[in-house]
């Protein structure tokens, strides 16, 4: 069986410049390819930055940081992703980066998953922003709830509290990641939030049979006072960091990095993959697809839509591969609908 190595890196963005993040990311790759490491994971919405003030700050007071944050963040395409794909290639490297996007009018929790030869293989957005992050991001939609082939394997992804989403994990635990990507701010809430992303990326190792590699940001105490002034506020910008890499069983591969900038670096050894599904495979043999179906929209949302289908009477009729667009995981697929009178 396959050994790859892997990175969960923990360091502080550049809170003034999106050029700045990008090129500490950059060296960041750099040092790991100096370790050996075949993918490396940072942490969520890195580039340019996490919106820590809209935390901290009621909406009125935070438009100004908010349109900032418009103005540093990322468009795709755009010079960001190709010098990620670049460096992604340059290394060999596999690479998941969070990312602000920008789309027109509106920003996003975005994921981006670069393969080691700089191919840009999955692109997805956060499906339900948590808190206070529905006054920053737009929602995503089901279209990026797919697990990637890339040359260090099955590779999935999911944001934050996305993982308190059951049904989300399941998504991609039918497609059978190898390893899973967890991204996280960091430096919030305090050690609760440290404890609680340490018993659910475990529990997802377990329950999904796959590694999972997990990055946290982490602000200085210069950057934390630039945020706010208030010092019962500045409270809520410390603790919650928990960068760390899980095998299948549950064990983490290496120690946890829970302050300060680093580097968490193991050796993913996929026969612990076989060694746990051997006793507990969530979408195997111990699944019951005959009493538990979930079904998934997966088709991208648009504000125009054209479907081409051919119409009888008026009415589009759709194909049998879906109902309603949905997709059905892991279970049958039903029957198309049928249409009276036809």
Sequence with gaps: MATIRAAAIQIAPDLTSCEGTVDKVCRAIADAA???????????????????????????????????????????PGWVPERLAQEAQKHG????????????????NTQLVFDADGAQVLKRRKITPTYHERMIWGQGDGSGLTVAKTRVGRVGAL??????NPLARFAL??????????Q????????????QIEVTIKHHALESGC????????????????????????????????????????????EPITQGEGMAVADLDFALI???????????????PDLFTLQVQREAYAHTESTGLPAFNGIAHRQPS?????????????????????
């Design 93 to 108: 490297m596999v690479l998941v980066v969070g990312v602000n996007e920008r789309d027109h009018g509106s920003l996003y």
């Design 184 to 195: 996280f701010p960091g430096s919030m809430v305090g050690p609760v939030f440290r404890d």
């Design 274 to 288: 076989t060694k746990r599904k051997r006793m507990m495979d969530s979408v195997g043999h111990y699944s019951r």
């Design 34 to 76: 100096a370790r050996g490491v075949e993918i490396a994971v940072f942490p969520e919405t890195f580039i340019p930055y996490y919106p820590y003030f809209s935390f901290v700050e009621p909406p009125v007071s935070a438009g100004r940081e908010h349109l900032r944050l418009y103005e540093q963040a990322v468009e795709l």
């Design 159 to 164: 944001a934050c509290w996305e993982h308190y």
């Design 322 to 342: 879906t109902l309603n667009g949905h997709e059905f995981i892991p279970g049958f697929r039903p029957e198309p609908q049928t249409i009276a009178g036809l």
């Design 211 to 254: 590694f999972v590699i997990n990055s946290t940001g982490w602000l200085t105490d210069e950057q934390i006072a630039s945020i706010t002034s208030d010092s019962k506020l500045q409270k809520a910008l410390r603790g919650g960091c928990y960068t760390a890499i899980i095998s299948p069983e549950g064990v983490p591969l290496c």
């Design 173 to 182: 635990m039918a497609q059978h990641e190898e390893i899973h990507c967890a």
